[in-house]
């Protein structure tokens, strides 16, 4: 059975951070496309990072480029979102992702709330 479990969420100051874990069972998460999405109510779920399967490659959207970094430890099952300089547009539900697109897999959480305010 497969589970994805995200923590770290909470609320924080403008400029702040916060780390989102993912802690992953029943996947391989070196083999599948692990990402992280967000989303807010009222409007579509939308990528935030993805480490490639196989590789180090990330990949980000332009609006957390420079700010979020997304790791992966293969040994733990987990994967890691480091979100600095955090502004009030990030607020959302933060969800974990594992993709293995040629299997016709994925996966999902039930996310994480984050909250950035004053």
């Known amino acids: 059975q497969v589970q994805l479990v995200e923590s770290g969420g909470g609320w924080a100051q403008p400029g702040g951070s916060l780390r989102l874990s993912c802690e992953t069972s029943?996947?391989?998460?070196?083999?599948?496309?692990m990402s992280w999405y967000r989303q807010t109510p009222g409007k579509e779920r939308e990528l935030v990072a993805s480490?490639?399967?196989?590789?180090?490659?990330?990949k980000y959207d332009d609006s957390v480029k420079g700010r979020f970094t997304i790791s992966r430890d293969n040994d733990k099952k987990t994967i890691s979102l480091q979100m600095n300089q955090l502004k009030p547009e990030d607020t959302a539900k933060y969800y974990c992702n594992a993709r293995r697109s040629s299997w016709g897999l994925s996966y999902w959480g039930k996310g994480t709330l984050v909250t950035v305010g004053q």
């Open positions: 480490i490639i399967k196989n590789s180090n490659i990330s």
């Open positions: 029943g996947v391989t998460v070196s083999i599948y496309d």
